[in-house]
């Protein structure tokens, strides 16, 4: 199994850049696809996007399409979430997940998760 701790947290004004990480221990990071997901308090949790094992495959959601990029460096054991043109409603606590499989948007799914980590956008 593979143990997921995201950092990064902050708190940054609207248009603002922030960039997140997830580093894993456990399995080689390598054998997992991973993903990122968001829930805002008072909603339900969120794809946000995904990465293939290889980093060749991503997914986004619509809503940050363009200006996030979802990352990873196989040799660093770590995933990231860079986020670019930030909006009040990208608030949330954000969560990296992972999995042996590439399940995109499937949140249900992932069998692994991190503690996750708060991102604020003033406004």
């Known amino acids: 199994q593979v143990q997921l701790v995201e950092s990064g947290e902050g708190l940054v004004q609207a248009g603002g850049s922030l960039r997140l990480s997830c580093a894993a221990s456990?399995?080689?990071?390598?054998?997992?696809?991973m993903g990122w997901f968001r829930q805002a308090p008072g909603k339900e949790r969120e794809f946000v996007a995904a990465?293939?094992?290889?980093?060749?495959?991503?997914d986004y959601a619509g809503s940050v399409k363009g200006r996030f990029t979802i990352s990873r460096d196989n040799a660093k054991n770590t995933g990231y979430l860079q986020m670019n043109s930030l909006k009040p409603e990208d608030t949330a606590v954000y969560y990296c997940?992972?999995?042996?499989?590439?399940?995109?948007?499937?949140?249900?799914?992932?069998?692994?998760w991190g503690q996750g980590t708060q991102v604020t956008v003033s406004s």
């Open positions: 997940a992972a999995d042996t499989l590439f399940l995109g948007s499937a949140g249900s799914s992932y069998a692994y």
């Open positions: 456990g399995r080689t990071f390598s054998s997992y696809a």
């Open positions: 990465i293939s094992r290889s980093g060749r495959t991503t």
